[in-house]
């Protein structure tokens, strides 16, 4: 670490323990070779009782934690010297930037600016889509009134999810890249094209758009609506299936509740094209269920169950695919996105490209598992996986 850390760290001690200015915190990203407790700690003044407290937010994938502390307790928690890798501290003034290069090296910027603290403490969402922004009134989210349609909650409640994993996810795209390129595949009503290329759009970056989707009446809404919402030139909407689109360069592939194999067309599209972020949420795993006609020994017990035997066989799919995706040059995890209660098709499978070259391990385990159950699952068919050797 350069030898500026333990002054820069100072001050980022004395920004956010200034009781008359401090306005919020930030802690962001990971150094190399450091673990953060969280993805991400907001931290923000609240006043419970009439005194003055620091709230603290751990987000960690889908589980966040907050918790309030005394502002001189501040200092005894460490978290600065977790390993992040982003700083920002916001005062009524200026703002003080922090980022931690690769090497160690510290580099720090100030800017004026005017912010205001907001010190009640309630349980209202931070949204990043307030219900009344023009692209969810044009995809139907909501009325014209600026409201939610009471039909449209668990669908808004998705988005709102959606887009705090993807806030997470591009960090690092946000910090080094002024232009986004992201394609959709298996769009169907683009309620997250929209959407993603709205909080692109908002934190000040030139967003290019690609939705994908075998209907043709699907296009057909979607070019409209980006007409209406003055986009057009932006986004793209195209009828074709996900194996046949071209082979094009893109920072960010999703895809949410594309029909079974269709999540596999969609992150071997995805992997093959290389990919830096994809995020994929799985929709009707029939794959496997029709390949298993016999549990193996050891756990045979389960399928004894109907239902017990199918979410087994619906996982073990999903954790093939993060395998693939470990193999094929992905940092890999799988996670709930939103709560069960709004939908049972919440789990997310997250891929971020790494440099890690030796896959063999991965492969081995991989290959492993497919013998036990006597599956070839299908992502593998789409990319040719036997042919990445494995070291024994």
């Not at 673990?35 to 889908?62: C, Y």
Request: charged content about 30%; hydrophobic content about 40%.
């Amino acid at each position: 670490m350069s030898a500026e850390w333990p002054e820069i760290k100072e001050e980022i001690l004395r920004r956010i323990c200034d009781e008359g200015n401090f306005v919020r915190a930030v802690l962001s990203g990971r150094r190399r070779n450091f673990q953060p407790s969280a993805e991400r700690i907001d931290i923000k003044p609240v006043l419970l009782k009439e005194k003055l407290l620091l709230q603290l937010t751990w987000m960690d994938g889908n589980n966040n934690l907050t918790k309030n502390i005394h502002i001189h307790e501040f200092h005894k928690l460490t978290l600065l010297d977790e390993g992040f890798a982003n700083f920002l501290v916001e005062s009524r003034t200026e703002s003080f930037e922090v980022r931690i290069g690769k090497r160690g090296q510290v580099f720090s910027k100030v800017s004026r600016g005017e912010f205001t603290p907001k010190y009640e403490h309630d349980h209202s969402k931070n949204r990043i889509l307030e219900e009344g922004d023009p692209f969810l009134i044009a995809v139907g989210i909501s009325d014209l009134s600026g409201r939610v349609k009471p039909s449209m909650r668990d669908k808004y409640r998705q988005v709102e999810e959606f887009l705090k994993v993807l806030e997470r996810s591009a960090a690092q795209l946000l910090d080094s890249k002024s232009e986004i390129r992201m394609v959709d595949l298996g769009c169907g009503h683009a309620y997250l094209t929209f959407a993603a290329f709205r909080f692109f759009q908002l934190r000040g970056r030139q967003v290019n758009f690609v939705g994908v989707d075998i209907r043709e009446s699907s296009r057909t809404r979607n070019e409209s609506i980006a007409v209406e919402l003055g986009i057009a030139n932006n986004v793209t909407f195209l009828a074709s299936e996900i194996r046949d689109f071209s082979n094009e360069k893109f920072d960010i592939a999703i895809a949410l509740h594309a029909c079974d194999t269709a999540t596999d067309d969609a992150l071997a599209w995805s992997i093959n094209n290389e990919v830096e972020i994809i995020l994929a949420a799985p929709c009707c795993h029939h794959d496997l269920h029709r390949q298993v006609r016999e549990f193996p020994r050891d756990i045979g017990i389960i399928a004894q169950d109907g239902i017990l035997a199918t979410r087994q066989l619906d996982l073990l799919t999903d954790e093939l695919r993060a395998q693939i995706l470990r193999i094929s040059g992905y940092k890999s995890d799988v996670f709930e996105f939103i709560s069960g209660d709004h939908t049972a098709r919440n789990l997310m499978i997250r891929g971020v490209r790494s440099a890690k070259a030796d896959h063999a391990t991965e492969l081995r385990e991989y290959r492993h598992i497919c013998k036990v159950w006597g599956v070839a699952p299908a992502l593998e068919a789409r990319l040719k996986l036997g042919a990445i050797p494995a070291s024994d």
